[in-house]
Every structure is written in structure tokens, then in C-alpha cells.
């Protein structure tokens, strides 16, 4: 019998996340606590987002606003790379990052993890910016899920491809 295995990958769901930014920008449009206060939030090229707002506490504000639409989409916020508000001309700025894929840094702990305190006969091998799991026990691989879950790290991870 051939080994079962999954990938664990940090990947975003740009859908979900152009979703969450239109509901975003309606909510701060409509809303009455922003009226007046020049707040808008809007894609900046394929991997960032940019917020603006008359003062720092509105662009955080509309950030806030940002984040709860990302969890009722079921999107981590860990995807995010946020920055302070920071002045510019007469306007508030904020500047998100958005974070995709697996450092080979982070893979290595991972891997890592999957060998100290795994079952035995699991392996894990980097592949590009993913971590492919393999082994002979599809029960050995549930049991790898829950570990790779139970840890919290600073990226989201999710695990797609299992057979």
C-alpha cells in the first residue's frame, strides 16, 4: 500500500479576502462614525491593502472593521502584516502586507516538531514554500494535524492534498 499524505501550506484566499474588503469598504462608507473623517480602505497592488483616515484612531477603526469581516469569512488574521498608523500630509495611513506561503525557516520547525514529538515513520520534506507529510498510517497523519494545530504559530497554516 502506497503511504497516505497532505500538505501543509500557508496559502490566502483572495476571494475571500476581496469580500471582506468590500464589506469593509461599505460598512466604513455607511457607517456614521465615519462620515466626515475621509475613511476608506482599498487594494494596493496584488498583495497589499491601504487604509486612510483624518486621524490614527479612525484608520485604526476602519482596520478593526477590516479584521471582523476577515473572521466571519473564516480568515485568519494571522495573514496580515499590519502597520502603525503613520501621518501623511493631512491624512492617517495604515499599510497591510498580506503574508502567503511557508518560510524555509518556519518548515524547519515544523519538520522539526514532526520528527521530536511525531509518531514514528512520519515524514515531513520541504517543498517550495510547503511541507508535504507522508506515512504508512492514515491515523499517524490526524494525529500530526492536531499536533501542527495545537502549536501557535505566527502564520496561518492550513492542510489541503489529503490522501
Not at 461599505?26 to 480602505?41: H, L
Not at 486621524?55 to 473572521?71: G, P, T
Amino acid at each position: 500500500m502506497a503511504d497516505s499524505s497532505f500538505d501543509i501550506v500557508s496559502k490566502i484566499d483572495r476571494q475571500e479576502v476581496d469580500n471582506a474588503l468590500g464589506q469593509a469598504a461599505r460598512e466604513v462608507a455607511t457607517r456614521f462614525d465615519f462620515k466626515g473623517t475621509g475613511a476608506k480602505i482599498e487594494w494596493k497592488g496584488e498583495h497589499a491593502i491601504e487604509i486612510e483616515a483624518s486621524a490614527d484612531d479612525r484608520a485604526s477603526a476602519v482596520l478593526s472593521v477590516f479584521q471582523d469581516k476577515l473572521i466571519k469569512r473564516n480568515q485568519s488574521l494571522k495573514i496580515l502584516d499590519a502597520s502603525e498608523p503613520r501621518q501623511s500630509g493631512q491624512v492617517s495611513k495604515i499599510s497591510i502586507n498580506l503574508k502567503e506561503g511557508i518560510t524555509s525557516e518556519d518548515a524547519k520547525k515544523i519538520s522539526k516538531l514532526i520528527r521530536d514529538e511525531g509518531p514514528k515513520g512520519v515524514k515531513a520534506q520541504v517543498q517550495g514554500d510547503e511541507l508535504r507529510v507522508s506515512s504508512k498510517k492514515r491515523d499517524d497523519l490526524q494525529t500530526v494535524i492536531a499536533l501542527v494545530k495545537a502549536q501557535d504559530y505566527d502564520f496561518a497554516v492550513q492542510f489541503t492534498n489529503y490522501r
